[in-house]
């Protein structure tokens, strides 16, 4: 980089630290909206169990061994020991910072350009994901920028042929995230691919995969010293859990005949102890295949339309607790209202009921639809481009399918919400700038064509 793009980079992280340290402050008057994310009160009373056992010196082997992955909680636990929640929260801050700065020199390597290396960074500054989970106590804040983070060195790989270091450290940072979330577990399998035709050395490629596989091999590991299984650790949010909860809400929607047999084979088998298997739960999909692609369809119109702006009005500025319940309840919300009366129905009726709320969901989706379209455009770009050199176009085709790989190993939670995403908006903001370039240089075009012939 030159000192131009340099300085730019310092600007954007400067006003992102300013932008956040004031958010910050709101968190100190605020301090209930920390435990506003997904298991957030779980999570804290783990989080004081294990800091009261560790300073106790007493053995954390049953701890361990009924918390699920270690990930999950123990980042946050360390943090949380050094000062409490305001070091939480400033950790995560400072880990997202981070990642900015790697979307913003990820963004300059590809697209050769500080214009779109800083439009890009900004555009996922302001995103509502970015601004609400660093501030609040959820697995995104841990696991979100190190994915940017082994992307960056990924295309430092791919693109520059970085060497060995550069592999490290995309898979360390990897393997660290797949031990806070499971979810990308199989990615290294799709980066080693693109690292074999981008013709990188087996030795940089044996040493991603190594070091991105490590961390959840070695906790596998202790589970099996502590449990006796080979596994990720047990508890009630694990994927055997949540596969269970699916069923039984996939269930629900089914006419009552239908509904008796189902629970009676799925989720009654076996004592109804609130888990089932992947075998299991691919049988039970098999043999309702059209509840289960509804359910699955809602899934998507969440994970490609909802901007996650109500995580910020909502649950981060609170601005009415009663509507968030309402709209939140897991027996009565928008979700659950959506199985049951469909999109159309369910829309109307919440604008009637709720018109300020839904009238800033509605915007942020119209707003994250243009960026998602966009990304479209950028996607096709690298695809026809010829301009683009191999290595360029196949760290492209990662970045493009990183979406809807979170989309398809997201599947085993019970209803997908628009935070399932927060992983993948990085590659959908870098693609949309590459979106947007291409337009603006067609725009360019068909003007100065269109002047040529007015002046010819």
């Known amino acids: 980089m030159d000192r131009s793009t340099l300085r730019l980079l310092l600007l954007l992280l400067v006003c992102a630290a300013l932008l956040h340290a004031c958010l910050l402050i709101y968190d100190l008057s605020h301090p209930e909206v920390f435990l506003n994310a997904d298991r957030a009160i779980t999570r804290m009373r783990m989080i004081e169990d294990l800091v009261r056992l560790m300073r106790e ?24 020991m050094l000062g409490g929640r305001p070091a939480i929260i400033a950790g995560q801050i400072l880990l997202f910072l981070i990642s900015l700065a790697a979307l913003f020199s990820l963004t300059f390597h590809l697209t050769n350009s500080r214009n779109c290396a800083g439009l890009c960074a900004l555009v996922y500054l302001l995103l509502p994901h970015s601004l609400v989970f660093p501030h609040v106590l959820c697995s995104e804040a841990i696991f979100d920028p190190l994915v940017v983070i082994s992307f960056y060195f990924t295309c430092l790989v791919l693109v520059k042929d970085r060497g060995h270091a550069a592999a ?6 990897l393997g660290i995230a797949t031990l806070v979330r499971p979810i990308t577990a199989l990615w ?6 693109a690292m074999h035709l981008a013709r990188r050395s087996r030795r940089s490629l044996a040493i991603f995969l190594i070091l991105s596989f490590l961390p959840l091999l070695v906790w596998m590991s202790i589970m099996q010293h502590l449990s006796g299984a080979f596994s990720l650790g047990s508890s009630d949010h694990d994927a055997a859990s949540n596969m269970y909860q699916r069923a039984e809400r996939i269930t629900h929607t089914l006419p009552e005949p239908e509904q008796a047999r189902a629970e009676e084979r799925y989720l009654r088998a076996e004592g109804g102890k609130g888990s089932l298997r992947l075998s299991d739960f691919l049988r039970f999909a098999a043999d309702y295949p059209a ?17 996650g702006v109500e995580k910020l ?79 360029e176009r196949i760290t492209l085709g990662l970045i493009a399918l990183f979406p809807p790989y979170v989309f398809l190993t ?19 903001c870098l693609l949309a700038v590459i979106g ?8 360019n075009r068909v003007h100065g064509a269109r002047h040529c012939e007015a002046t010819g």
């Open 313 to 391: 009005v909502l649950d981060y500025l609170h601005v009415d607790p009663i509507v968030r319940w309402r709209l939140q309840n897991q027996e009565t919300g928008v979700r659950k209202q959506l199985e049951r009366e469909g999109v159309l129905r369910t829309i109307q009726g919440k604008f009637l009921e709720y018109p300020k709320v839904m009238l800033a969901s509605a915007l942020g989706a119209l707003a994250w639809m243009c960026l998602v379209c966009l990304a479209a455009v950028g996607v096709w770009r690298g695809i026809v481009d010829r301009g683009l050199r191999l290595n």
């Open 57 to 80: 010196g007493a053995s954390l082997e049953k701890f361990f061994g009924s918390h699920g992955i270690v990930g999950d909680y123990l980042p946050q636990a360390m943090l949380f």
């Open 436 to 443: 947007l370039r291409h337009l603006k240089g067609w725009l």
């Open 188 to 193: 290294p399998l799709a980066v080693g691919f």
């Open 168 to 173: 490290g450290s995309a898979g360390l940072a």
């Open 410 to 428: 997201s599947q085993i939670v019970t209803a997908m919400q628009s935070r399932h995403r927060a992983p993948a908006e990085f590659a959908i």
């Open 291 to 307: 509840a289960y692609m509804s359910h699955l369809a809602k899934d998507g119109i969440a994970f490609i339309a909802k901007s």
